[in-house]
């Protein structure tokens, strides 16, 4: 069997990253093709990963089907033991992680570190829920009988990432699944499928037995997707991506009824009223907007601020994204780094020139940078006008469109002016303010006078088109089991 590896020439890890597909206890790669990975900041080939198609996706079933039995008969306590080795296993290799990271999603280094904790994070709290899946007993309210509720396995789970955070929507799926005791399939964007190989070597190596977890990559993810989805071993779906392609996901799974998460697409609205601070609301600004480059659902997308503020507020953040350092996300001065492919800054030139066209001005940046790879430097547009794209489509890049408004029902009514719900941001020094309006906005998550949103520890999500279900939190353990109810007479 022909085994393929990969080492980053200037970082080199504690093992060559397997860059074929794991199936069952072996990396294999047999008769496949290749798919070769970019390096964002220069748009030069980094390396290949085999290719799988609905043979391999297959194999992969039989392989989590085969280990399923025993990995839902493994005490709580032992899997939760194998979940915090995998916490361990992931930090100590933090720092090589993250260049792996940066190295095939193009951001910057210490969003990349950022990014490796945020992952390791829901090893450690699910290792913490595996042995807290508690179920329920009530006297049925006749008085005839016990209702017992005992939370099981759902079963086998197919797992679709994105690729703007290669490891936390990899490891959001996993540590649940396992700590719930199912098995299941990884299948990786076909963008960013390293960081993915060497995740699940690191949590092969804690302990993780073989089967558990598998792993393929595929450049043709949809009649691969769907063979999985039609195989009736399969039964639950988790997929983080488009809101496009969560749809087409949700017909597929409706053929065997399987049960779905979708984290889909953002467009949050960040509310600046008139009575925040400034200063706090600009760092939050910053946060919320130029995270991951802006490459992130919960990205800040639309900038709503009081009339009273928006001109001290776009000046102050001409200032400071003005003063962002653009590179190479693997260079340690970086804090924006590539885009990750031109399509993405096709999608921002058209978002900005479609605005500019109606009306907008553009206070800063604005033009694709003129060097090797993808990047287009933090931009500020300023009196979007109704009816811009921008503020109906996901700009997924360090790009901030500011609209003032005039009152508080107004700022709401623009907020929710939107097909998506996932995160908003509300700035005011008034709680008493605040979160009446936090209540009002359609989202899932809210962050007052913050710009960060995610921890694994709450529930993680959206409303309207952004998705079905949370991650994190004891939310994201119940996606992966049934609720079993019996009827005791006793
Ligand atoms: P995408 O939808 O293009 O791809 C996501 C995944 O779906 C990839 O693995 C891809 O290979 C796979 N895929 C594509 N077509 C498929 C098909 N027909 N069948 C099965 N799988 C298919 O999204 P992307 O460009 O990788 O990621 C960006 C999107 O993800 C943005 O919209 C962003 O908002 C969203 N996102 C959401 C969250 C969240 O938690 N809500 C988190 C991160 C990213």
Known sequence: M??????????????????????????????????????????????????????????????AEAAAKSWAATAPRKRAEILVACFHAIMAEQEWLAHLISRESGKALSDARGEVAYAAEFFRWYAEEAVRINGELNMSPSGA??????????????????????????????????????????????ETPLTAQAVLEIIRQAGVPAGVVNLINTSDPGPVCRAILHDPRVRKLSFTGSTEV????????????????????????????????????????????????????????????HRRLHNAFVAKLCERMGAIAVGPGADPATQC??????????????????????????????KTLAQPGYFYPPSVIANVQPGSEILSTEVFGPVAAVIPFEDEDQAIELANATEHGLAAYVYSRSLERALPIAERI?????????????????????????????EGSHHGLLEYCEAKYIAVSW
């Open 246 to 305: 969560g749809r087409i996901l949700l017909r597929e799974a409706a053929d065997q009824v399987i049960k779905t998460s979708m984290e889909l697409g953002g467009n949050a609205p960040f509310l600046v009223f008139d009575d925040a601070d400034l200063d706090e609301a600009i760092e939050g600004a910053l946060l919320a907007k130029m995270r991951n480059g802006g490459e992130a659902c919960t990205a800040a997308n639309r900038f709503y601020v």
């Open 442 to 470: 359609d989202c899932g998550m809210v962050a007052i006078n913050r710009g960060l949103v995610s921890d694994a520890a709450a529930p993680f999500g959206g409303v309207k088109q952004s998705g079905l279900g949370r």
């Open 145 to 190: 009988n016990r209702i017992m509720v005992q939370y099981q396995p759902i079963g086998i789970a197919l797992l679709i990432t994105p690729w703007n955070f290669p490891a936390a929507m990899a490891t959001r799926k996993i540590a649940p699944a396992l700590a719930a005791g199912c098995t299941c399939i990884l299948k990786p964007a076909e």
């Open 337 to 366: 780094g590539a885009m990750i492919n031109q399509a993405s800054i096709d999608k921002i030139e058209r978002l900005v020139a479609d605005a500019v066209k109606r009306g907008a001005e553009v206070k800063l940046g604005g």
């Open 2 to 63: 022909t085994v393929h590896s990969f080492t980053l020439p200037d970082r080199p890890g504690p093992f060559a990253i397997p860059t074929d597909n794991l199936i069952g206890d072996a990396w294999q790669s047999n008769g496949m093709g290749r798919i070769d990975v970019i390096d964002p900041s220069s748009g030069s080939v980094l390396t290949s990963v085999a290719d799988a198609g609905v043979e391999e996706a297959l194999a992969a079933v039989d392989a």
